[in-house]
T-cell receptor
Framework: DQQVKQNSPSLSVQEGRISILNCDYT??????FLWYKKYPAEGPTFLIS?????DKNEDGRFTVFLNKSAKHLSLHIVPSQPGDSAVYFC???????????FGPGTRLSVLP | DTAVSQTPKYLVTQMGNDKSIKCEQN?????MYWYKQDSKKFLKIMFS???????INETVPNRFSPKSPDKAHLNLHINSLELGDSAVYFC???????????????FGPGTRLTVL
């Protein structure tokens, strides 16, 4: 039973446009969410996080939105660049636990 | 300088063998983790160690045992390897929330284990 879902296995976007990656979760106890980016043959790299007391967090071209009532979060990348092409993982944790639950990932391709 | 390093990068071995994967971090973090990425690309946490104490063990077979000689190292030992153990194993580290960390994990490059 997947507690963190990323229903789009892949996404293609034109360079300069907005990329929107979605993530849904089922565990209402999750209170901290993270996005990671992963290039082939490398480990995931932390991108941005958000706690449940916020509904938006921004870092440069990356913004994460959290809708707690819908148990949904999204990552916006504006403007998208070819170097953003990677697999993006959404992850969630609850309380002070160190247990991170990852989604299956979405492969983003930014076309020049 | 590499923040989180793992050795070896590739490991090919026969069923029934015992093998180890090493992990080291030079970030001064107090928590380290092992993840398994299976053939469906799911990243699943196996263990985390905080100050030499195991704080999570997610239904992992006891053939897998983490060993932490010090805060900078968390090695993964696997006994009696099975075909289903084939996967990519990632080590990671972070500061714990109790230490004021934001749970930002730094991952190693991964070890691809193939069991024949």
């Amino acid at each position: 039973d997947q507690q963190v879902k990323q229903n789009s296995p892949s996404l293609s976007v034109q360079e300069g446009r907005i990329s929107i990656l979605n993530c849904d979760y089922t565990n209402s106890m999750f209170d901290y969410f993270l996005w990671y980016k992963k290039y082939p043959a490398e480990g995931p790299t932390f991108l941005i996080s958000i706690s449940s007391i916020k509904d938006k967090n921004e870092d440069g071209r990356f913004t994460v939105f959290l809708n707690k009532s819908a148990k949904h979060l999204s990552l916006h990348i504006v403007p998208s660049q070819p170097g953003d092409s990677a697999v993006y993982f959404c992850a969630a944790s609850e309380g002070y636990g160190q247990n991170f639950v990852f989604g299956p990932g979405t492969r983003l391709s930014v076309l020049p | 300088d590499t923040a989180v390093s793992q050795t070896p990068k590739y490991l090919v071995t026969q069923m029934g063998n015992d093998k180890s994967i090493k992990c080291e971090q030079n970030l001064g973090h107090d928590t380290m983790y092992w993840y398994k990425q299976d053939s469906k690309k799911f990243l699943k946490i196996m263990f985390s160690y905080n100050n030499k104490e195991l704080i999570i063990n997610e239904t992992v077979p006891n053939r897998f045992s983490p060993k932490s000689p010090d805060k900078a190292h968390l090695n993964l030992h696997i006994n009696s390897l099975e075909l289903g153990d084939s996967a990519v194993y990632f080590c990671a580290s972070s500061l714990s929330r109790l230490a004021g960390g934001q749970l930002k994990q730094f991952f190693g490059p991964g070890t691809r284990l193939t069991v024949l």
